[in-house]
């Protein structure tokens, strides 16, 4: 399984991107997905999740409200619409697949697969 994400850029507080994340590798549809950041100094934190069949979504509450994960599974994809954006949002962003959370979809741990990640910049 390869994961490629894409998106990142550099936006001013307030602005909008949408990162992607591209499976390859197995069926898509296997996965449940999850986004996770890393900013600077800082250790990497859960973002959002989603369930293969996207009837579940998780976000941590840092993002709620601002962020939108989504997939598709005709285009082996998922994605994370962050609107609302922040300084304090500024991180390396990277995708993941796991086939099961194993009860946390928020612990890295629960991941098999990791994505070479994305940079996003929020400047003030």
């Known amino acids: 399984v390869q994961l490629q994400a894409s998106g990142g850029g550099l936006v001013q507080a307030g602005g909008s991107l949408r990162l992607s994340c591209v499976l390859s590798?197995?069926?898509?549809?296997?996965?449940?997905m999850g986004w996770f950041r890393q900013g600077p100094g800082k250790e990497r934190e859960f973002v959002a999740a989603?369930?293969?069949?996207?009837?579940?979504?998780y976000y941590s509450d840092s993002v709620k409200g601002r962020f939108t994960i989504s997939r598709d599974n005709a285009k082996n994809t998922a994605y994370l619409q962050m609107n609302n954006l922040r300084p304090e949002d500024t991180a390396v962003y990277s995708c993941?697949?796991?086939?099961?959370?194993?009860?946390?979809?928020?612990?890295?741990?629960?991941?098999?697969?990791w994505g070479q990640g994305t940079q996003v910049t929020v400047s003030s």
């Open positions: 590798g197995r069926t898509f549809n296997m996965y449940h």
């Open positions: 989603i369930t293969w069949n996207s009837y579940h979504k």
């Open positions: 993941a697949a796991t086939e099961y959370f194993n009860g946390n979809y928020s612990m890295d741990s629960s991941y098999d697969y």
